[in-house]
């Protein structure tokens, strides 16, 4: 997994790719946690994310906690098919606001 962190205007993208699971949903977590002295609202870029588990997605719900515990938000920007089932199964998309594209994101927070 790599993650990448930009700030457009006033909100942090967080671009995960290549596989997120239980190896390495702290790593997630962790360097989430660091960005947060930026900025409190986030859009998650999934676009080059591969595989996603079940604890790799309580890694996102846990940015999220993070972030709202700051008065923020986090926003799901290019989830693809595998992944897009995980949250389709846990009925995830119904806490998380997802967008086709990060500029769409963007405007939204």
Same mark, same amino acid.
């Given at each position: 997994?790599?993650?990448?962190?930009?700030?457009?205007?006033?909100?942090? %993208?967080?671009?995960?790719?290549?596989?997120?699971? =239980?190896?390495?949903?702290?790593? $997630?977590?962790?360097?989430?946690?660091?960005?947060?002295? /930026?900025?409190?609202?986030? %859009?998650?870029?999934?676009?080059?994310?591969?595989?996603?588990?079940?604890?790799?997605?309580?890694?996102?719900? =846990?940015? $999220?906690?993070?972030?709202?515990?700051?008065?923020?938000? %986090?926003?799901?920007?290019?989830?693809?098919? /595998?992944?897009?089932?995980?949250?389709?199964?846990?009925?995830?998309? /119904?806490?998380?606001?997802?967008?086709?594209? %990060?500029?769409?994101?963007?405007?939204?927070?």
């Amino acid at each position: 997994m790599e993650i990448g962190f930009v700030k457009k205007e006033s909100v942090g %993208v967080i671009s995960v790719s290549g596989r997120l699971d =239980a190896s390495n949903a702290e790593e $997630l977590k962790d360097k989430f946690r660091s960005h947060l002295r /930026k900025t409190h609202n986030f %859009v998650m870029d999934l676009s080059k994310l591969e595989f996603l588990d079940s604890t790799g997605l309580g890694a996102i719900v =846990a940015c $999220l906690k993070y972030s709202s515990e700051k008065n923020g938000d %986090v926003v799901i920007a290019n989830l693809q098919s /595998k992944p897009r089932m995980v949250f389709e199964i846990t009925r995830a998309y /119904k806490i998380f606001d997802v967008f086709d594209d %990060v500029n769409t994101a963007i405007k939204a927070l």
